[in-house]
């Protein structure tokens, strides 16, 4: 299957629907956002990765580069990467001595191969789900199909612990991936919003006033829950004349 150009949806939507499907449809099919102290503190974040420090610098066999745009025909998704470091390959990770694709590409000025690592940055600490990991699994399956490379793992790097969380992209993270991209395309092309599912999750959730998970356990869409909310308030008012 592959995707045509207006069809692909925000790299950040497979975050969402592994977290919740239901957060995901409000956001991509319904368009509802709203901040929260968290996901405030996640834009700051992602802000100060893409703004304070240059696109592109070259720390010894590293080179850095921050805000890449990457897309994905076969998965659907196109978004940015907070940081893609490229690093020197060692002469047995060359093409051709290894075996299987290619782990390097050629970067404008500079000598031999590089192999592609992303980073995410993101708020808090690990979590017990795996949203983080799959979001930056479709990165590097944008990457991996854009540059024509295999990328076997990338980072997390968590604000709260400031500390790395190496991630390989073993067959099932990408096959989770892969799933979530298809489903999510399968919400926004269906205009389908799940029932809510109340769980812990709802605590961190920045769509909860929007979502109103305790009165949502039916499989209904914000909007008709406004609209009835706002009918149910005129007649409460018409009642009074
Ligand atoms: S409040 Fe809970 S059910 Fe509703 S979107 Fe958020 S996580 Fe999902």
Redesign the pocket.
Known sequence: MTFDEDELLPLSGVQHLV?????AA?IHTEGAWADNALTVEGSYRHRRVHDAAPRRERRGDVIVVRGLSLRSFEFGLSGAADVVEFRLLADHDRPGQSGGPPRGVRLPNASGLWGPFPVEYKRGRPKAHRADEVQLCAQALCLEEMLGVHIAAGALFYGKEQRRVPVEFEPELRALTRAAAYRLHELVENGETPA????K??R?????A????EA?SRRCSAKRFVAAEINRCLCLESDRF
Do not use: I
């Open positions: 977290f919740c499907e239901r957060q409000l809510a599912a109340k769980g999750k709802c961190s959730c920045s769509l909860a929007v979502c109103v998970p949502m």
